[in-house]
């Protein structure tokens, strides 16, 4: 798990890494986590209460968990214990427990860090329950992954959820010159290459002092490094992101909502963001015909269909060219009249039809293809629709003891103007037959 390493160099620093040598020692050295560790944040309160609870530390790779974590074990005098669930079974858990135990009949708490903590099975995260309710362990887990979805409740409800934010460009700008002034240099970059550098690390305080060693070491003697010669130096790393977890459903709900408020540019914006992270194209495509549907319905009808087109566009051409056609369809449902009316309509027909159980549709439009089902009414007094001057009959469809209902209520945007028009025109025939 990465760490946040924000402390002044001292002389006697350990060897190792540059984020390692620059740990903090105390929570003051922490950067970019105000909003807990400020006067009023629920860890400075714990601090100075003097008292560790569970907690659960969820937040992006190199915010300061791990470091936290061991700060905190200080604070309450815990022998601070580390684990990745990765590496970790349930043999290495029960020697753990049983040490832990030992160290409480010697009078001596056990702080138990779990890295990757969502990593763990239901019967695994289970085990601790006994061990945190007892008070022989104080578990901090450390998470990436929304706990709500990867913890189970009986743990989660025995342990607090502090969020970590990832560092703004104040923060780790700090934290790029606490490192200069550890190399007691600061590092040979233009201006922009440095903006480009803290902007690679996306919040990352740990790759940052990571991509900082590496340019002190592979500079060597020149003068500057342009924006072109850092980006040989140094890797760029993909976004964070993963197809199958919370930013991913982070990022499609960013999409699908900027969509919904009709902004296009934003949409463009998370839409390349889950591109550029490997999302599968034809999975936005399918959200999009969602959208078209959901969103725009009959305020616009093309609206499906270019999302239909999109998709089928993408299966012809694949990437990179196909993905034009995403875009396209993305524009045009950003750009498009929205309405959700056809959504609305959907949810209450199907409420009703939950409701009212099997009633019978209404004898006049029933077929009569036999000489009982005449003679037991079936199709009496129907009207034909195209018989009439007006091409409607204004007879009612609905059950015989179901009074009308109103699901579909068209705005006045777009196409639904005129389906509004329509309808209301209808209503006044009805009510005069």
Do not use: C
């Not at 040598?21 to 400075?44: C, E, I, K, N, S």
């Not at 549907?293 to 566009?313: C, F, I, K, N, Y």
């Amino acid at each position: 798990m990465s760490d946040l390493f924000a402390s002044e160099a001292s002389g006697d620093a350990p060897s190792g890494p540059l984020a390692d040598r620059l740990r903090p020692a105390t929570f003051d050295d922490v950067v970019g986590q105000d909003h807990l560790l400020g006067p009023d944040g629920p860890l400075r309160r714990m601090i100075d209460s003097g008292r560790v609870a569970s907690l659960v530390f969820w937040g992006p790779p190199g915010t300061g968990k791990t470091t936290l974590a061991r700060l905190l074990a200080q604070v309450g005098d815990l022998t601070f214990v580390q684990i990745s669930a990765i590496f970790s079974g349930v043999g290495d858990l029960k020697q753990i427990f049983e040490a832990a135990r030992l160290r409480r009949r010697n009078g001596q708490r056990t702080l138990l860090f779990v890295d990757e903590i969502h990593r763990f099975n239901r019967a695994q995260q289970d085990s601790f329950l006994p061990h945190v309710e007892d008070g022989t362990i104080t578990l901090v887990g450390a998470t990436t992954e929304n706990p709500s979805f990867e913890l189970n409740g009986a743990l989660l409800s025995r342990m607090q959820v502090l969020v970590l934010r990832r560092l703004d460009q104040d923060a780790l700008e700090g934290l790029l010159e606490r490192a200069e002034a550890h190399l007691e240099r600061p590092l040979p970059l233009e201006a922009e290459a440095r903006r480009m550098l803290l902007a690679m690390a996306d919040g990352d305080g740990r790759y940052l002092l990571n991509m900082a060693e590496a340019i002190h070491e592979l500079a060597g003697g020149e003068e500057t490094i342009d924006g072109e010669r850092l980006m040989g130096l140094v890797q760029r790393r993909a976004p964070a992101y993963d197809k199958d977890r919370e930013e991913h459903y982070n990022l499609i709900s960013a999409l699908h909502k900027s969509l919904r408020g009709s902004d296009a540019d934003a949409a463009l914006y998370w839409l390349a963001r889950m591109l550029v992270g490997g999302e599968d194209p034809l999975y936005i495509a399918r959200r999009l015909i969602r959208f078209a549907s959901e969103d725009v319905g009959l305020a616009d009808p093309q609206a499906l269909v270019q999302a239909l087109a999109a998709r089928e566009a993408f299966e012809v051409l694949g990437s990179p060219e196909g993905e034009l056609a995403i875009v396209q369809a993305t524009l045009y449902l950003a750009t498009a009249p929205k309405s959700n009316a056809i959504y609305k309509a959907a949810g209450s027909a199907w409420r009703s039809a939950g409701e009212t159980g099997s009633l019978t549709p209404p004898a006049h439009i029933l077929n009569a293809p036999t000489g009982l089902m005449k003679d037991l009414g079936y199709g009496k007094d129907y009207v034909y629709d195209h018989d009439t001057d007006a091409g409607f009959s204004g007879q009612d469809y609905f059950p015989d003891d179901m009074p009308r209902e109103r699901y579909y209520r068209p705005v006045e945007r777009g196409f639904e103007r005129e389906v509004a028009r329509r309808l209301a025109w209808w209503d006044r025939q009805r009510r005069n037959t």
